[in-house]
């Protein structure tokens, strides 16, 4: 069975109709929240990510704020405007499928998270001592993790007394996980690791195998409809940078 694992899609249509081009077949959809916040498409996203197959998804903590579990104030001037934003495009709709999502999912061998697995919608996993504080909170054999919007990998190991191992990961190049791990695919909607193209990850459970791929999609298309709904200019300035 192949599953697509994507996050931080943040309103971006063009990139995420990219990704699931680009990744069939797959039989089914884990999400790892931020679905919304920034791009000019929240409801079409909300909708599209809705009809994916065996979907399971988790808040972000943009999807957090726009329903009100946390307080907008709490972020960057940009990120508020868009937030800002959004409360009055958001259809009822759609704003009751983000409050039902969960915070944290645990199943088989896998948990989901948006941030981290000690504080799921808030926290960043950007190094390894980050991760190493992390390893303890879940007891699966991987955690998947979003929210920094750079794909990589951090494994437990075990056997050198406790160190974490950091992977930026090969693209399209299969490979497997052999110790307990924190992973995280990349964003769809807005990647921040100097390579604007929609990041995503592939699990096949036949053989354990995982394969990250980016693809390109239409920047100025989406640049174009962020300046058109009046968001913040960076918002658009940076999908070409991938920053
Ligand atoms: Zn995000």
Redesign the pocket.
């Known amino acids: 069975m192949r599953t697509l694992i994507i996050s ?1 899609i ?1 309103a971006n249509l063009t990139a995420l109709n990219a990704v699931l081009a680009d990744a069939e077949p797959y039989d089914r959809v884990w999400c790892l929240g ?1 679905v919304v ?1 920034y791009g000019p498409d929240p409801n079409e996203c909300i909708e599209r990510v809705k009809s994916l197959p065996g979907l399971k998804c988790v808040k ?1 903590n ?1 999807d957090a704020a726009i329903i009100g579990d946390i307080d907008i104030n709490s972020f960057n001037l940009e990120a508020r405007a868009s937030l800002q934003w959004l409360e009055s495009e958001l259809k009822p709709a759609n704003r009751r499928w983000l409050s039902n999502l969960g915070e944290r999912l645990e199943f088989r061998d896998i948990t989901i998270v948006h941030g981290s697995p000690s504080n799921p919608v808030w926290e960043y996993i950007m190094d390894r001592k980050a991760a190493k504080k992390n390893m303890s909170e879940f007891s699966t054999k991987v955690c998947l993790v ?2 920094t ?1 750079v794909p990589q990998i951090y494994e437990f190991q075990a056997d050198t007394s406790g160190e974490i191992r950091h992977r930026q990961p090969a693209l399209d190049e299969t490979f497997q996980i052999n110790h307990k791990s924190i992973i995280n695919p990349g964003s769809v909607g807005q990647p921040r690791d100097h390579d604007p193209r929609s990041s995503y990850l592939i699990y096949n459970s036949d053989d354990e195998s995982w394969v990250y791929h980016r693809v390109e999609y239409d920047i100025t298309k989406v640049q174009d409809r962020i300046l058109a709904a009046g968001l913040p200019q960076r918002h658009a300035s940076r999908l070409k940078s991938g920053w």
């Open positions: 931080d943040h931020d916040g972000g943009h979003g929210h919007h």
